[in-house]
């Protein structure tokens, strides 16, 4: 029964959704909400206790400013223990926030953090598609602002990417540097992991004044050599390698029986 009445006041709530959503892996939103749920009894109780004096109080009862900051005050309060209740909880699955720290500590160290250190690392606040470098995930070619888009480059990005199950394309503007990936049909997680580790890659190591095919042809085979260390050492750390929460987008732009964008 609590664990019903927890998910349907996180969903009720797109505050309390925020939060669950954050710590939450596919499958597993009920019993993070239903811990949540603990913490909102606390807070419920503290604010009956002061709804009770303030309506004994006949001051206070008919002050629109005292209610109001009370309201809010124990808003907060709820949000801020929801919030303690769930940051303890450490997760060893990988979603886009966590599976963009893991991939920066790699291609910069060679190193893969463990699980309390990249779920303290992770910041609720931050939306992954604001995060550097820009990723842009399913988008079509003729959306991609500032890409070369002759056939000779469409034409040698195919067969770039012919072992891969995405085309990830930079749009060579400097002081904006954005990659669009855009996924073949049968692209699976492992897919989405591999562009993120290549755009990070190309990010750290991007040089304006080089010619933008070897530069991405040099990411490749930097992908090639160095992501099943990457896996590998995920396993030794103890990250769940076995399913990543990283979700291709449903819209597939690419078929590789008629290599088109």
């Given at each position: 029964?609590?664990?019903?009445?927890?998910?349907?006041?996180?969903?009720k709530?797109?505050?309390?959704?925020?939060?669950?959503?954050?710590?939450?892996?596919?499958?597993?939103?009920?019993?993070?909400?239903?811990?949540?749920?603990?913490?909102e009894v606390?807070?419920q109780?503290?604010?009956?206790?002061?709804?009770i004096?303030?309506?004994?109080?006949?001051?206070?009862?008919?002050?629109?400013?005292?209610?109001?900051?009370?309201?809010?005050?124990?808003r907060?309060?709820?949000?801020?223990?929801?919030?303690?209740?769930?940051?303890?909880?450490?997760?060893?699955?990988?979603?886009?926030?966590?599976?963009?720290?893991?991939?920066?500590?790699?291609?910069?160290?060679?190193?893969?953090?463990g699980?309390?250190?990249?779920?303290?690392?992770?910041?609720?606040?931050?939306?992954?598609?604001?995060?550097?470098?820009?990723?842009?995930?399913?988008?079509?070619?003729?959306?991609?602002?500032?890409?070369?888009?002759?056939?000779f480059?469409?034409?040698?990005?195919?067969?770039?990417?012919?072992?891969?199950?995405?085309?990830?394309?930079?749009?060579?503007?400097?002081?904006?540097?954005?990659?669009?990936?855009?996924?073949?049909?049968?692209?699976?997680?492992?897919?989405?992991l591999?562009?993120?580790?290549?755009?990070?890659?190309?990010?750290?190591?991007?040089?304006?004044?080089?010619?933008?095919?070897?530069?991405?042809?040099?990411?490749?085979?930097?992908?090639?050599?160095?992501?099943?260390?990457?896996?590998?050492?995920?396993?030794?750390a103890?990250?769940?390698?076995?399913?990543?929460?990283?979700?291709?987008?449903?819209?597939?732009?690419?078929?590789?029986?008629?290599?088109?964008?």
């Amino acid at each position: 029964m609590v664990f019903r009445i927890a998910v349907a006041r996180g969903l009720k709530d797109p505050s309390f959704r925020v939060i669950q959503n954050h710590f939450a892996i596919s499958g597993n939103l009920g019993e993070v909400a239903a811990k949540e749920e603990v913490w909102e009894v606390v807070a419920q109780l503290v604010g009956l206790s002061l709804g009770i004096l303030i309506l004994d109080t006949p001051g206070l009862v008919k002050s629109y400013g005292v209610i109001s900051l009370t309201w809010l005050s124990m808003r907060l309060l709820h949000l801020w223990l929801c919030y303690e209740s769930l940051s303890v909880l450490q997760f060893n699955t990988i979603n886009i926030k966590r599976a963009r720290i893991l991939v920066k500590s790699h291609v910069l160290h060679s190193t893969v953090p463990g699980c309390t250190d990249s779920n303290r690392e992770v910041n609720i606040l931050a939306w992954s598609q604001f995060m550097k470098p820009k990723i842009i995930f399913g988008l079509p070619l003729e959306k991609m602002d500032g890409v070369e888009r002759s056939y000779f480059m469409v034409e040698a990005l195919i067969k770039l990417y012919a072992s891969e199950k995405y085309i990830l394309m930079v749009n060579q503007q400097t002081e904006d540097l954005r990659f669009y990936v855009s996924f073949k049909v049968g692209a699976t997680n492992v897919s989405v992991l591999r562009s993120v580790w290549q755009s990070f890659w190309l990010s750290e190591n991007w040089d304006s004044d080089d010619n933008v095919r070897d530069q991405i042809a040099t990411s490749l085979m930097e992908l090639e050599e160095k992501f099943e260390d990457f896996i590998q050492k995920l396993k030794d750390a103890e990250w769940d390698t076995q399913q990543f929460n990283l979700k291709v987008p449903k819209e597939i732009f690419i078929d590789d029986n008629t290599n088109s964008l």
